[in-house]
């Protein structure tokens, strides 16, 4: 009897993990390779950042999701080299993986347009260390402004900004403005949390680029309820410890804060250059790889790229880097190495958007289904149950609905913890 076709996924996200588990039902030797031994909920990290929800919450161990599937093993490493001739792959403690099939799904990380320097000033949040981070610095910024005398610093320590306003950064700035409105409006004796000035910084001419400029305009208006100010229309030129330097229509302008959070861009993981080079693939401007329409590279047939790092256009536009988009596309892999065992091409890989969404605050939220736009409480309510349906694992489902009904019933947020080093 010969020996099962070895599969090799490396990342364990929303692409990856779900290719997993999809190719559990085939008959395959399957090695999935994460440098972190658990699979994360990306979207509620913000959650995290601001208090809402504990680092366990949203994250599931990779081998606990797996433990069912004896046909795949979890191996917890990072890959630093791709030999697509040899079908290897090197893991950063030496030890090298073969593979039949290789699917690549590292995922992307934090992008500052080749200012990385601005990343000891404006963390991002893309990690669980991001998000305690960030967390930290939100919590730490109430408690200076408390100890200051200056009214000019302790405006600056009251003063948040977010560069980027996407679905993180207006969910963010959000969360925020709920922090000082509500959480912490009795808990201060020399400052009033509810001063507490929130700007959200944004390039294009919007908040939220990617949806309809009618729910862009709703967002704006619910964002300004709550008190938060977007600047639409402005880059950023500079990040220190002490503001943001920005370029307006206007001129060039500074912003004293000492709370700044990046939610501006994404580049993609270096493993994907390493892969191109190896292989010849094409990227796009974001370093994205050009795949086939069943995910694969061309010329290479064994190898497979998706989630962020894979460029694939649907109806004349690239696919957006969103975890819907991952997770199909992980599913989509059963389909796709099920047809080269069988010799067959594979049907191409087709995105069914349901739609997206993006969170203000409390009963504020905006959706776009397709078929239909809408905003407010319904659409707060949607959000709420896509997000707990997406969440991996009864535990967590059932821990964050916990959180999220104390949470509304009392404005609190149990996990206000500053942790870290405080140098």
Avoid at 5 to 23: D, K, P, Q, T
């Amino acid at each position: 009897m010969s020996e099962p076709r070895r599969v090799l996924i490396i990342g364990g996200g929303f692409a990856g993990l779900n290719a997993a588990r999809s190719l559990a039902a085939l008959p395959l030797s399957v090695t999935l390779v994460d440098r972190r031994n658990f699979h994360l909920f990306q979207p509620l990290l913000y959650q995290v950042a601001t208090g809402g929800l504990s680092p366990g919450d949203i994250s599931a161990p990779l081998r606990a999701v797996l433990r069912r599937h004896k046909n795949v093993q979890v191996l917890l490493g990072e890959a630093t080299a791709i030999d697509p001739a040899a079908q290897t792959v090197t893991l950063g403690h030496g030890a090298l993986l073969s593979f039949d099939y290789l699917i690549l799904a590292t995922g992307a990380a934090n992008f500052y347009y080749g200012n990385d320097h601005w990343r000891t000033h404006a963390p991002g949040l893309k990690t669980l260390e991001d998000a305690t981070e960030v967390r930290a610095r939100i919590l730490n910024a109430f408690e200076e402004a408390e100890k200051e005398a200056d009214s000019a610093r302790r405006k600056s320590w009251l003063r948040f900004v977010v560069v980027g306003a996407g679905p993180t950064g207006v969910e963010l700035a959000g969360a925020i403005a709920e922090i000082a409105n509500d959480t912490l409006r009795d808990d201060f004796r020399a400052i009033h949390p509810e001063e507490s000035e929130i700007l959200l910084l944004e390039g294009s001419d919007r908040v939220l680029p990617p949806f309809h400029p009618e729910l862009s305009d709703k967002a704006e208006r619910a964002l300004l309820r709550i008190g938060v100010r977007s600047r639409t229309g402005v880059r950023v030129t500079a990040v220190d410890d002490s503001g943001v330097d920005i370029a307006t229509p206007n001129g060039p302008q500074r912003i004293e804060s000492r709370t700044i959070i990046w939610a501006a861009g994404i580049q993609t993981a270096p493993i994907a250059g390493l892969l191109a080079e190896a292989s010849g693939a094409r990227r796009d401007r974001g370093g994205r790889l050009h795949v086939e329409p069943d995910l694969s590279l061309r010329g290479h047939s064994n190898l497979f790229v998706l989630g962020d790092i894979a460029h694939l256009e649907q109806d004349g536009k690239p696919l957006p880097g969103t975890c819907p988009v991952a997770m199909q596309q992980g599913w989509y892999m059963s389909k796709a190495i099920a047809a080269r065992l069988a010799n067959r091409p594979a049907p191409p890989f087709r995105f069914h958007d349901k739609g997206t969404m993006a969170t203000i605050g409390r009963h504020a939220a905006v959706a776009d289904l397709g078929f239909v736009r809408f905003d407010g409480i319904l659409a707060w309510l949607a959000w709420l149950f896509v997000h707990i349906a997406y969440l991996i694992g009864f535990r967590n489902r059932l821990l964050v609905l916990i959180q999220w009904g104390f949470q509304y019933l009392t404005f609190n947020r149990g996990a206000r913890l500053i942790t870290g080093s405080r140098d």
